[in-house]
C-alpha cells in the first residue's frame, strides 16, 4: 500500500464535511441502503412520462443530451440500456477521474437506479426518477453520494466538485427536456 493510500484510508476514518449544511442521510430502495449526502434537480417535460423514458434509455440519445464537452460517458456493456449495463465515466475538468455504475434497478416508465462501483463515488447511487404530474412528466436526478479518497475529497472542495456537478445535472436536464419537448420522433 502505497503513502496515498494509507493516508487516504486514515481520512476515510475522520469526519470530513463536504459542504455547509449537507446531511448524511440512509436512503432504502427496494432491497438497497443507500447511505450518503443527496444532491437533487428536477424539471418538468411537457410530455408523457414514457416518451422521457424512452429518451433516458436510448444510449444514442445520452450523447445529444449529456454534455459530452465536460463528461464523457460510455456504455460498456452490449446491447440495449437494461438491469447489469456498465457505464464510465470520465470528467473533463481540471482533473480527469474516471469511474463506473452498474444498472441495479429499473422500472419503466418510471425510474433507473444506477450504483456506483469505483472511483470517486463508490457505493453511491444515482437515481432518474420520473412522475406523471399536471403538467407533463417530473425528471428527477438523484445522487446519493459519499466522496472516496483524501485526493477526490480535496477535489471535490477545493476545485468545486459539489458546484460542478450542479452545473453539469442541470445542463443535462435542459437538454433532455429540450430534445424531448422538440423532437417529434419522442412524440
Same mark, same amino acid.
Given at each position: 500500500?502505497?503513502?496515498?493510500?494509507?493516508?487516504?484510508?486514515?481520512?476515510?476514518?475522520?469526519?470530513?464535511?463536504?459542504?455547509?449544511?449537507?446531511?448524511?442521510? $440512509?436512503?432504502?430502495?427496494?432491497? /438497497?441502503?443507500?447511505?450518503?449526502?443527496?444532491?437533487?434537480?428536477?424539471?418538468?417535460?411537457? $410530455?408523457?412520462?414514457?416518451?422521457?423514458? /424512452?429518451?433516458?434509455?436510448?444510449? /444514442?440519445?445520452?450523447?445529444?443530451?449529456?454534455?459530452?464537452?465536460?463528461?464523457?460517458?460510455?456504455?460498456?456493456?452490449?446491447?440495449?440500456?437494461?438491469?447489469?449495463?456498465?457505464?464510465?465515466?470520465?470528467?473533463?475538468?481540471?482533473?480527469?477521474?474516471?469511474?463506473?455504475?452498474?444498472?441495479?434497478?429499473?422500472?419503466?416508465?418510471?425510474?433507473?437506479?444506477?450504483?456506483?462501483?469505483?472511483?470517486?463515488?463508490?457505493?453511491?447511487?444515482?437515481?432518474? /426518477?420520473?412522475?406523471?404530474?399536471?403538467?407533463?412528466?417530473?425528471?428527477?436526478?438523484?445522487?446519493?453520494?459519499?466522496?472516496?479518497?483524501?485526493?477526490?475529497?480535496?477535489?471535490?472542495?477545493?476545485?468545486?466538485?459539489?458546484?460542478?456537478?450542479?452545473?453539469?445535472?442541470?445542463?443535462?436536464?435542459?437538454?433532455?427536456?429540450?430534445?424531448?419537448?422538440?423532437?417529434?420522433?419522442?412524440?
Amino acid at each position: 500500500m502505497n503513502l496515498i493510500d494509507k493516508i487516504g484510508r486514515l481520512f476515510s476514518a475522520v469526519s470530513f464535511p463536504m459542504g455547509c449544511g449537507e446531511n448524511f442521510h $440512509a436512503h432504502t430502495l427496494g432491497d /438497497q441502503v443507500y447511505a450518503g449526502r443527496v444532491n437533487r434537480h428536477t424539471v418538468i417535460i411537457k $410530455a408523457r412520462p414514457h416518451e422521457v423514458y /424512452q429518451v433516458l434509455v436510448d444510449f /444514442q440519445e445520452m450523447h445529444r443530451w449529456c454534455p459530452q464537452d465536460k463528461i464523457v460517458v460510455e456504455k460498456i456493456t452490449p446491447g440495449e440500456l437494461g438491469l447489469g449495463t456498465k457505464m464510465r465515466y470520465r470528467l473533463n475538468y481540471r482533473i480527469n477521474p474516471i469511474w463506473h455504475s452498474v444498472v441495479v434497478d429499473m422500472e419503466e416508465d418510471s425510474r433507473i437506479i444506477n450504483r456506483f462501483v469505483d472511483g470517486i463515488f463508490e457505493g453511491s447511487a444515482e437515481i432518474w /426518477q420520473i412522475k406523471e404530474v399536471e403538467e407533463g412528466a417530473e425528471l428527477s436526478h438523484t445522487l446519493i453520494y459519499r466522496i472516496n479518497g483524501l485526493i477526490f475529497r480535496i477535489g471535490w472542495i477545493f476545485l468545486g466538485g459539489k458546484a460542478k456537478h450542479n452545473e453539469l445535472t442541470k445542463e443535462a436536464l435542459g437538454n433532455l427536456k429540450r430534445i424531448v419537448e422538440e423532437n417529434p420522433i419522442h412524440r
